[in-house]
């Protein structure tokens, strides 16, 4: 039987509602858990108050790591003054520091990238001091026109 044909009989029954949600569903499990397939997994984390060990192990058997990088410093927005709050505040643990994710996910494999980049984040810039450390570290910064193979 030809795969559409056979595509077509299994979800027949289906309401295109009931279609959609389970898309969705699927689509939230994998962003949660990391899509896999082909022998590669891409785990996808825009927002991180903390590394715990669960998702540590989680992100160990990815093969692409893309991991919020939204404040390199906690103080970052203070000290800019375009905030009042710390990234830790808002949810999002700093790249820097003992407790920081370049130290919480040190010694990952395979391909590291960060993303979510606030502006006033100096790793934006290149050749910047904390641009080179997390360089340095094997993490990739997210620039426009990114391309990510599996």
């Given at each position: 039987m030809h795969f559409v044909a056979i595509i077509e009989n299994t979800f027949a029954a289906y309401s295109a509602k009931t279609l959609v949600?389970?898309?969705v569903s699927v689509l939230i499990?994998?962003?949660?858990?990391?899509f896999s397939g082909f022998g590669a997994a891409l785990i996808f984390v825009p927002g991180a108050a903390a590394v715990t060990p669960g998702l540590r192990a989680r992100l160990e058997r990815a093969d692409?790591?893309?991991?919020d990088g939204t404040l390199f410093t906690d103080d970052e927005m203070i000290a800019s003054g375009t905030g009042e709050k710390t990234g830790r505040r808002?949810?999002?643990?700093?790249?820097?520091?003992?407790?920081?994710?370049?130290?919480a996910l040190s010694g990952l494999g395979k391909r590291r990238i960060y993303i979510h980049i606030n502006n006033t984040n100096p790793i934006l810039i290149d050749g910047s001091a904390e641009?080179?450390?997390v360089e340095s570290a094997g993490w990739e910064v997210a620039a426009d026109g990114l391309e990510i193979s599996l």
């Open positions: 949600l389970l898309f499990a994998g962003m949660a858990r990391g692409v790591v893309l991991f808002m949810g999002h643990m700093p790249i820097d520091g003992a407790d920081g994710s370049l130290a641009r080179g450390r």
